[in-house]
């Protein structure tokens, strides 16, 4: 597509149930980055993939978080036994990953996660 | 570790009058330096960016950008503003790699503008 699509936009969850986030970058895009950002909050990052490897894992949270990405192209977030605090919009972006096109983020609408 | 600081958390202004917008970095080494902006209802998107060379850089809608090495800043300013620019702004850092690496976002500055 002809840019960073995620799924789903909405999920409401109940507490202690795994949620599952999509993420498909533009194509050609070496580099993915998943992010959260709460209400009134910045942009927290949560890990980076260059490729289907995962450079940079610190930002995530807890165990309960994890990241894959196969094929160099879609990447899917997963959050088990969800609590109440991971409610948050979770964006991904997508860029180059090489030269100048390092840091040029274009990012997806996000998944809007609620926990109940 | 890299950390990026916005101290302006909520920034009001009318319409014509002139703006700048704080962003200070920590890292000592070559760093990438990104504004992005988020209208409301829409997704962040670029507005600037800085690799090398002129320490002034311009981007799309009038803004630009200015990087001081010694103080480790890179401010956003426009000369007057509009109500259409009303939005969040962040300001991002990335080691200045050929390839991709960790990107630090601020914590953000909303920019209400009264028309």
């Known amino acids: 597509g002809a840019g960073v699509s995620q799924s789903p936009s909405n999920k409401v969850t109940e507490k202690g149930k795994d949620v599952e986030l999509r993420c498909d970058p533009i194509s050609g895009h070496t580099a993915l980055y998943w992010y959260r950002q709460s209400l009134g909050q910045g942009l927290e990052f949560l890990i980076y993939?260059?490729?289907?490897?995962?450079?940079?894992k610190s930002g995530l949270p807890s165990d309960r978080f994890s990241a894959e990405r196969t094929g160099g192209s879609v990447s899917t977030l997963t959050i088990q036994r969800t609590q109440q605090e991971d409610s948050a919009v979770y964006l991904c972006?997508?860029?180059?990953?090489?030269?100048?096109?390092?840091?040029?983020?274009?990012f997806g609408e996000g998944s809007r996660l609620t926990v109940l | 570790a890299q950390s990026v600081s916005q101290h302006n958390h909520h920034v009001i202004l009318s319409e014509a009058a002139s703006l700048e917008l704080g962003c200070n970095y920590s890292y000592g080494g070559t760093v990438n330096l990104f504004w992005y902006v988020q209208y409301p209802g829409q997704h962040l998107q670029l507005l600037l960016k800085y690799f090398s060379g002129d320490p002034l850089v311009k981007g799309i809608k009038g803004f630009e950008a200015e990087f001081i090495k010694s103080k480790f800043s890179f401010n956003l300013r426009k000369p007057s503003v509009q109500w259409s620019d009303t939005a969040e702004y962040f300001c991002a850092v990335t080691l200045g790699y050929s390839s991709a690496s960790k990107i630090i976002f601020g914590s953000g500055t909303r920019l209400s503008i009264r028309p």
């Open positions: 993939f260059q490729g289907n490897s995962a450079p940079d």
């Open positions: 972006a997508s860029s180059l990953g090489s030269g100048r096109g390092t840091g040029e983020l274009f």
